[in-house]
């Protein structure tokens, strides 16, 4: 496939945007570009070889013919009149083509941000949204105390989770990796000329596996799957990325000494996952399942903490002449010898004198044995290593050793604090109706249902995991559709027979839920467990969800809600006395409460920070922000300066502008859920919408474990918001991240409306996340999938919305065209939004035949498999699912 782009064409849209491709183009890095076309170059010969000169032109027929129509209607009509004339097995070939290139073109687009980020941690000065901006900005304008006293409050708590968004088989991704991994040789200017040749080859052969891999599972996912794919990114990532931003934090705390003093930066990161433990309308992750995670989750932990151990032991080869240990390391090495004479005599004869080093080989093996429970050398707590730990630190710094004390070593000391045995906090999630139904059952004193005997087994696992692994391991049990304290009641009293220590967390998810939230925690604080807990911790933790929210109302209203329900939980809090956490329950996706995560947490109700944050990370998000290590380390940072930064006094800005922007937000929401809401309560919408959207066709891609609806009704409220939102992606719509905000914007004076995006954090996060959906959308695509439904009112209610929307966003930004003033971004959206066409074409070719009304039974398996191709390379080339 060739990318180098020749051929010059202009891309003007609907709306007047005018962009020119080769202005796109030149503007892309130099290194991107060339990597690209490298890609694009080896791809083409790996279809060439595979199908022959003829789909190799097939392809490159397609891509010209896409980029010609997006400035002209009959090159249009000409890709659908291509797309076409094609066999189905033709239009599947093409539709990997271009897939398998948009997943090598964001593998070049994620080396090029870390490469980015390397040149640009090269200058002097501290890099915007660092953790060395933010201690320099808070030292110099509130003092030492105030620094301190926020570092020793600081929290960050990503949760991963299994949400059905990753729409990437593993072993596609492992290609990926591959694909990568000679890239990187290429890039390095050490490499020899043989070096070079021999990753070109291994490039081809590499792209050449890609290309044969299948797009799409065979087989449903188990949960236990989902769990190993997350322990991919703790291996490869999360495991080194979070003790170097502790490290980056010291050092900016007191450069001149880091690395040879104790250190400053406390341990701040603490993970949690949902995978294996969320079983909120998936009756495949059972009881079994959760205690089988955490053995995953333990057994990489422990492995990650021996190899890491065994080699700092190895390295530290300073002998006891020039580095003595001090009396308590000499007595930790006569209590090893006693207790296992024959190992530990082993240890010391291959390092005789190096006294140190023979005691963390022996750490490392009392490690083993704890992954293999084996006692009685096993640890029984991460607390007892790390007393190990840190003795060995004592010892070197008493000898003067303290660079040796404070580097490789201290970086393992964070590593134990930051992921204990246990790696993620395995936090369990289930429906308030399931736990009132069960309560019922058990309280009839009869024989319970299986559903029910699965809630108790499910406390029991809870407590199988806290006798093993520490009550931290899984302590959180998260209540979806919370909406009274007796739902909370409920699971403490469903808990009594099994026992384990848990906190109840109430998850608040429509809109009157999140209203009436303080109402429910005026009775939940009268909860004898609850008191317990505030007595102890004076500090209660809160779900807000921004899916479910976001569906029901729009994002106009689903995000005013949110911060509403955020201001009024502050006011409760201080009122009452109680430190909060409040849990966001975030998708991926800009409709369903995703977007970049530093400027959301700017964008939050004053005083809501307060120093924690905690937020789910989903789906392909988890990939995203955590398979590249420079992008992990990144991404973490910044959220981290974002919280530190939000959690000065009260946010005095951002209270100056809740106060002011009030009354607009009022003015705003009405008509934006008027409309919103207009769409989807006009008569048989949800007949169309299945119609005119993949949505049903989505269940079968087998992305996830959880099923796509809550129960086995077609209604619309049982619908999950993951595929509610990948539907509109599909569609090039993406309604869900933007419906309702133009007729809301409509009520409101254009002067307050810019006044608000320049002051107001929430309002100026609105519009750009709206303002980035609606870049990749594309009228003439949506059109088409809009004509399947044979309902023009319902049509032209969405293209009056739609148009309305981009004509209001640009009026408030002042941009000629949509992301003018996101130079990147806007040349990658520019650049791929054509190829995404081709897809799109070749979807809404296999759709329409789907919609016919004689299509036998294999037929139509043929054209769903073609389909949901396509639906892998549209959200590859969009870079979102759901």
Known sequence: MDRSGARQVSTVTAHGRVKSRDVARIEMPAALRREVRLLGEVLGQVLAEYGGPQLLEDVELLRRTVIAARDSDEDEREAARLVASWSLDRAEQVARAFTCYFQLVNLAEERHRARALRERDRGAEPLAESLAEAVATIRSRHGEDRLSELLADLLIQPVLTAHPTESRRRAVVAAITRVGAQLEVLDDPRASGRDEREARRRLLEEIDTLWRTAQLRSTAMHPLDEVRSVMAIFDETLFRAIPEIYRDLDAALAPDDAGSRPPLAPAFIKLGSWVGGDRDGNATVTAQVTVEAMEIHADHVLRGLEAAVTRIGRALTADSVTTAPDQDLESRLAAARLAGPKRFGEIEARSQSELHRQYLLYVAERIRSTRQAREPAAYASPAHLLEDLRAVQRSLDAAGATRLAYGELQNLVWQVETFGFHLAELEVRQHSRIHALAL?????????????????????????????????????????????????????????????????????????????????????????PVKRLLRKTGRLEIMLGYSDSTKEVGPVSASLALYEAQANLVRWAMKRGVRLTLFHGRGGALGRGGGPANRAIRAQAPGSIAGHFKVTEQGEVVFARYSNLAIARRHLEQVASAVLMSSLDAGDLSQHAHQRFLDLGGRIEAPARAAYRGLLERPGFEEWFSRVSPVDELGRLRLGSRPARRSQSDRLEELRAIPWVFAWSQMRLNIPGWYGLGSGMAAAGLAELRDAYAEWPLFNVLIDNAEMSLAKTDRRIAERYLALGDRPDLSAQVLAEYDLTIDRVLAVTGHGRLLENHRVLSWAVELRNPYVDALSHIQLHALEALRGDSVDARRRERLEQVLLVTVNGVAAGLQNTG
């Open 440 to 528: 019922a059952e058990v309280k009839a004193g009869g024989p319970t249902s299986s559903q029910t005997e699965e809630v108790m087994a499910t406390f029991q696992a809870i407590k199988q995991i806290q006798d093993r692994f520490g009550a931290d391991a899984c302590r959180r049990y998260i209540v979806s559709f919370t909406q009274s304290a007796g739902d909370i009641a409920a699971v403490f009293t469903l808990a009594e027979a099994a026992g384990p220590d848990i906190e109840v967390v109430p998850l608040f998810e429509t809109v009157e839920d999140l209203r009436a939230a303080t109402d429910v925690l005026d009775g939940m604080v009268e909860l004898e």
